[in-house]
């Protein structure tokens, strides 16, 4: 059973910084995409960032620059630091997860939510002005 489990949201003033974190259990794929999405109240599900098992990274246009995604193989963590934040990124965010690495690259949706199986319960990241 895979279970995904986020931590770090809060609420932070414009222009500072929070990390995310998510520890993933009973992932036994040895290829995987991993990636961060949020939603905000009324609007809809939007990939932000992604890594995949070779360490290829690709990013939404609004938080290219500010945010980076990463991952500590020895500790099954996926993080995603957030910088220079504005009220704009308030919102759920979630991580998820995928082993079907070559059909995601191959169709370039690494920041499509439909091509993963794997989610977590979600953090809330308020940024206030």
């Known amino acids: 059973q895979v279970q995904l489990v986020e931590s770090g949201g809060g609420s932070v003033q414009a222009g500072g910084s929070l990390r995310l974190s998510c520890e993933a259990s009973?992932?036994?794929?040895?290829?995987?995409?991993l990636a961060w999405f949020r939603q905000a109240p009324g609007k809809e599900r939007e990939g932000v960032a992604a890594i995949d098992s070779r360490g290829g990274t690709t990013y939404a246009d609004s938080v290219e620059g500010r945010f980076t995604i990463s991952q500590d193989n020895a500790k099954n963590t996926l993080y995603l630091q957030m910088n220079s934040l504005k009220p704009e990124d308030t919102a759920m965010y979630y991580c998820?997860?995928?082993?079907?690495?070559?059909?995601?690259?191959?169709?370039?949706?690494?920041?499509?939510?439909?091509?993963?199986?794997?989610w977590g319960q979600g953090t809330q990241v308020t940024v206030f002005s």
């Open positions: 009973g992932y036994t794929y040895s290829s995987y995409c």
């Open positions: 998820a997860a995928d082993h079907r690495v070559t059909t995601i690259q191959a169709l370039g949706v690494m920041l499509q939510g439909w091509v993963y199986d794997y």
